[in-house]
């Protein structure tokens, strides 16, 4: 299953350049068939970091968009217009992916064609196994936004925006097959983590409007990031910004050359 992955992204500068980097690190490039980066109007300079990103982003075709669009839902549609697979993968920009979180999921959708929508996050999944463990799914009324999509369900409806965060939950509840992937995958959101400098930069966004305020991970859920902060320092500097990585020989090999690499902006004229 060859699938749409998008990359949504409304400021948050340190969150983006956490997670994409995460995102083009430990995506397999050979299940994806087209790359959506969209910027909805940040001002803090994520913008900047995604459109300087995104030529070496990924082995694949690309489309790169930034504008007012007011909310995920509204930025979710604008992916199914372009859709191309039956599946979209969304992606938001603060969620720190795991190698082989790719591979976890769509084998999961793969094995269960009556399933519509498979999410993942930290805690839903009735525990923590390895990203190359055996999966399963269990039953959901709504996922959190996160996740794998059959495009199949927006073939004759769209989810409608009530504001800046909530829509689709309605939508998933009235006509969508939910499940979450089980057991967990590591890949914890970042605005959850219980150090620094990830606690004062989500009290940061809190105040400026471009997160909701959640309650931090436990002690228990260490293992949710220890393989990113064994690699990176579980105390990072504010202000270091992780680089994006260079493409793998391996990804060169195995994947072909994108077809086209087109950039819209929205909104300036």
Known sequence: MAVDLLYVAHNRLRFTQATFAALIENTNWRRVENLYVIDDASTDGTNEFLLNSFDNAAPTKRIFTSGPFGGPVAVMNRALDWAETSVLVKIDNDVLVCPGWLDALLDVLDAAPELDVLGFEAGFGDGLAA???????????????????????????????????????????????????????????????????????????????????????????????????????????????????????????????????????????
């Open 131 to 269: 990203a190359e463990a055996p999966r399963t799914w269990r039953l959901a009324s709504h996922i959190g936004g996160v996740g794998a999509y059959r495009t199949r369900i927006f073939e004759k409806r769209r989810p409608v925006a009530h504001d800046r965060y909530f829509g689709l939950t309605e939508f998933l509840r009235r006509y969508a097959k939910c499940g979450w992937l089980c057991p967990d995958i590591p890949a914890p959101l970042l605005d959850h983590l219980p150090f620094e400098p990830w606690l004062s930069l989500t009290t940061e966004y809190v105040k400026a409007g471009w997160s909701r305020a959640w309650p931090t991970y436990g002690p228990e859920f260490e293992p949710y990031w220890s393989w990113w902060s064994d690699r990176n320092g579980k105390v990072e500097t504010a202000g270091t910004e992780p680089a994006i990585p260079e493409r793998r020989p391996s990804q060169e090999a195995d994947v072909e050359q994108a077809s086209y690499d087109r950039r819209e902006v929205l909104g300036q004229g």
